[in-house]
């Protein structure tokens, strides 16, 4: 046991020595952050708006009468006429759980698709395609007169947000300086944040709409930033990754990466980018490449990483916040009011975390976040299973002490796992298996997503309060997991990632045997 537990801490000082030789030799790629890079990245990131104003508007428009009332009248009747069910069960209806989790559905399938229209064709036209799909289902959305219509464009919805999640990610890590990387990439979430905030302001005004037609508003507009979105792609420049990757004419790739960087001088970067494509061109079959013991850790982390951000319990907030309100005893308005709160909280944490990812590292922030998420949760649960009960409802002051324990879980999430968990992903992927690594970590979102989503109401009903303990717990085990198998990639260029895993206690005796194998 004493033998164990002191090479693990050898193990530890060696990955910590690793890290410091890392960031050093990132001191010999040039260059700056540019106004061209940022209005690139600025643009591209408004795919998080599109992601975010979905998971925001479909939560408010199902706690609104008129829709209940239109799409699905046995959930309003129950929860107004109905005092003999639980306050958990109110809202437990598969036929509107599936409203919002077809849409994860048909991203799940989407981005399969995505792959290899990014590794064939580039980012840039990945990000259009993600546009237009969405543009079509705000369409019918607002258009819609039926269930079979609202579905419908829910999947269009979902098509074009699993082509965005593919692509953006992507894009924002190749185009950023390495030493810059973790904030530029976390534009995705602070815009994820953006449309979240968006579309629960856009839901408390709609509501109070007389004639009961808001919620058409809310969902087209929808639009709006998918047209944003659209017209911008077309304008956007491809990375130097993807130009080398695509055989382009070497030189025109040296160009965009000169300006890109800002300065002539680029030989370095450029060198391992095109050795990086060296290797990606040999490959044939990345999905068939990632499954080798090379790319264990890539392949865990593209499952885990996804995994452990939706149950975090995160969707109980973004998808169902009005109807989480309701539960507890707020009405209409202050549900959807409190929805605003929590989504301008976490916001703010999300340009936080920006402004500090690259300075703390993604480790600590992963560990600060867990401990703040698992203590919100777990004082939430305490609440609600001692004060609320089945036909009971929460006295005004415990009603906005779990409002402050929700925003600060929320900041929690925002501050950690929201941003990096699309980060980390991103940037750990060699070049050879990056398209397929991404497409594995957002199927993987969106199968768990879609999970949550479609079984949250009835987990609600079934375990009341017992639920946030359940999500509790996977925050503890999701923040011990990230302490000990997580190494930090801060300040390490995106094509030396592979030495992290080298340097790292557990990992390197899959990536140095197998290594060790092909020089023999």
């Known amino acids: 046991?004493?033998?164990?537990?002191?090479?693990?801490?050898?193990?530890?000082?060696?990955?910590?020595?690793?890290?410091?030789?890392?960031?050093?030799?990132?001191?010999?790629?040039?260059?700056?952050?540019?106004?061209?890079?940022?209005?690139?990245?600025?643009v591209a990131a408004t795919g998080g708006i599109i992601f975010g104003y979905d998971i925001g508007i479909s939560g408010g428009v199902t706690s609104m009468k008129p829709f209940l009332v239109k799409f699905f009248p046995d959930v309003y009747t129950k929860m107004i006429q109905d005092t003999t069910i639980s306050n958990y069960c109110?809202?437990?209806?598969?036929?509107?759980?599936?409203?919002?989790?077809?849409?994860?559905?048909?991203?799940?399938?989407?981005?399969?698709?995505?792959?290899?229209v990014t590794r064939t064709f580039g980012r840039k036209?990945?990000?259009?395609?993600?546009?237009?799909?969405?543009?079509?289902?705000?369409?019918?959305?607002?258009?819609?007169?039926?269930?079979?219509?609202?579905?419908?464009?829910?999947?269009?919805?979902?098509?074009?947000?699993?082509?965005?999640?593919?692509?953006?990610?992507?894009?924002?890590?190749?185009?950023?300086?390495?030493?810059?990387?973790?904030?530029?990439?976390?534009?995705?979430?602070?815009?994820?944040?953006?449309?979240?905030?968006?579309?629960?302001?856009?839901?408390?005004?709609?509501?109070?709409?007389?004639?009961?037609?808001?919620?058409?508003?809310?969902?087209?507009?929808?639009?709006?930033?998918?047209?944003?979105?659209?017209?911008?792609?077309?304008?956007?420049?491809?990375?130097?990754?993807?130009?080398?990757?695509?055989?382009?004419?070497?030189?025109?790739?040296?160009?965009?990466?000169?300006?890109v960087r800002g300065t002539d001088d680029v030989e370095a970067e450029f060198d391992d980018l095109v050795t990086a494509n060296e290797i990606s061109k040999n490959i044939k079959h990345p999905f068939r490449k990632i499954m080798r013991p090379k790319y264990r850790p890539q392949l865990v982390m593209s499952i885990?990483?996804?995994?452990?951000?939706?149950?975090t319990g995160i969707n109980v907030i973004s998808f169902y916040a009005p109807i989480l309100f309701r539960t507890i005893g707020f009405g209409e308005s202050a549900s959807l009011m409190s929805a605003v709160v929590t989504g301008l909280v976490g916001l703010i944490m999300t340009f936080i975390s920006l402004l500090i990812v690259d300075k703390l590292g993604r480790r600590t922030i992963f560990t600060i976040g867990g401990l703040q998420m698992f203590i919100s949760q777990m004082l939430i649960g305490s609440i609600m299973a001692a004060k609320l009960g089945d036909h009971g409802v929460l006295s005004k002051g415990?009603?906005?002490?779990?409002?402050?324990?929700?925003?600060?879980?929320?900041?929690?999430?925002?501050?950690?796992?929201?941003?990096?968990?699309?980060?980390?992903?991103?940037?750990?992927?060699?070049?050879?298996?990056?398209?397929?690594?991404?497409s594995i970590n957002v199927a993987v979102g969106f199968l768990f997503t879609f999970i949550v989503a479609q079984t949250f109401l009835s987990m609600l009903c079934h375990l009341k309060s017992g639920t946030f303990f359940f999500f509790g717990g996977w925050v503890a085990v999701m923040t011990?997991?990230?302490?000990?198998?997580?190494?930090?990639?801060?300040?390490?260029?995106?094509?030396?990632?592979?030495?992290?895993?080298?340097?790292?206690?557990?990992?390197?005796?899959?990536?140095?045997?197998?290594d060790d194998t092909e020089f023999m």
């Open 1 to 42: 046991m004493y033998t164990y537990i002191k090479h693990t801490q050898i193990s530890w000082k060696t990955m910590a020595i690793g890290s410091v030789v890392s960031t050093e030799e990132d001191g010999k790629y040039n260059g700056q952050i540019t106004s061209f890079v940022v209005l690139s990245c600025m």
């Open 304 to 311: 885990l990483i996804p995994f452990f951000q939706q149950v």
């Open 90 to 116: 109110k809202f437990d209806s598969q036929l509107l759980t599936s409203f919002t989790s077809s849409l994860y559905v048909a991203g799940l399938i989407a981005t399969f698709f995505a792959s290899p």
């Open 125 to 259: 036209p990945s990000i259009l395609i993600g546009g237009v799909a969405f543009l079509a289902g705000a369409a019918l959305g607002g258009a819609a007169y039926n269930i079979y219509m609202l579905i419908i464009g829910r999947v269009f919805l979902g098509v074009g947000v699993g082509f965005a999640n593919q692509s953006v990610p992507l894009y924002l890590s190749e185009m950023a300086p390495s030493r810059y990387r973790g904030a530029f990439n976390m534009g995705f979430q602070f815009c994820v944040g953006i449309g979240v905030l968006a579309a629960n302001l856009l839901n408390y005004g709609t509501q109070k709409i007389k004639g009961g037609w808001g919620w058409r508003i809310s969902l087209a507009m929808a639009a709006f930033p998918a047209s944003i979105l659209t017209i911008g792609a077309l304008f956007l420049p491809e990375t130097p990754n993807s130009l080398i990757q695509h055989n382009e004419d070497p030189d025109k790739a040296k160009k965009m990466l000169q300006k």
């Open 480 to 514: 011990v997991f990230v302490y000990f198998f997580l190494p930090e990639t801060k300040n390490v260029p995106i094509e030396k990632m592979d030495r992290i895993w080298k340097q790292h206690w557990f990992w390197k005796r899959y990536v140095c045997e197998e």
């Open 398 to 438: 415990y009603g906005f002490l779990v409002l402050i324990l929700i925003a600060a879980y929320v900041a929690g999430f925002a501050l950690s796992w929201g941003p990096l968990g699309w980060l980390i992903p991103s940037e750990i992927f060699p070049l050879e298996i990056r398209s397929a690594g991404q």
